[in-house]
């Protein structure tokens, strides 16, 4: 019997260890646990609560904040919540894990109106949440759905008209899951974007978002997330 060279094994142990890194739809645990604290609008709650339910993911929670439009006020939601679920674990009102990932979802929108957009992104990275951004509004990622573009917008409403020549009658309580193409497309479309787009190295340039972060995090997590992105 012929012997192993000696680094046989190494180049083994190096390919499994890089192997590791793959990042496969259905390749984490569908038991993880995470929080989505959204603004008081619908849009972002009715999206991420038809992605959950499409995905058949129970143990993704979505937290609406009163308060829309204020980002900070969304980080100390996402702060109380996380402490209340501490709290709760250890006096025994309930059997669940501690959230393993909170993710906020808010907008930039038009940055010098929206004194508290800085300070929101600061705690948020202090305190290791994960944020899905928009640059300028949420309905960005709707778009991407359906084209590529880095053409930047002036704010919300600017955007959610553009987004009515592929869904007529938009608004913002609308319903739109259903209408959407598949989510590959915008998956592809906004790493792709971040990648190649105009203004450099901002972190939320116009237009971007982050929501692809959550969504391919959502589709690793379910059993039936490789088959949604096909």
Known sequence: MP??????????????AMSSYDRRPGNRSPGQCILI???GEKTEPNYFASLRDHLKLSTVSVKITERAGAPISLVNEALSQRMKRQQDIRSGRINLPNFEEIWCVFDVENPRDNQTFGRAVHVA????????????????????????????????????????????????????????????????????????????EQRFPN??????????????????GRQHVK
């Open 3 to 16: 012997k192993r060279k000696p680094d046989d094994r190494k180049l083994r142990r190096y390919e499994r």
């Open 37 to 39: 604290v959204c603004e």
């Open 125 to 200: 990275d202090k305190n290791e949440f994960q944020l899905a951004v928009s640059n300028p509004a949420f309905e960005f990622w709707y778009i991407l759905h359906f084209e590529h573009t880095t053409r930047p917008f002036a704010d919300g409403d600017e955007i959610k008209e553009y987004l009515r020549r592929y869904i007529p009658g938009y608004h913002a309580a609308m319903p739109v899951f259903d209408k959407l193409p598949p989510t590959r497309t915008a998956l592809q479309h906004a790493k792709k974007i971040l990648e190649n787009h105009p203004q450099g």
């Open 207 to 224: 237009p971007s978002t982050l929501v692809h972060l959550l969504a391919e995090k959502m589709i690793e997590m379910s059993p039936s």
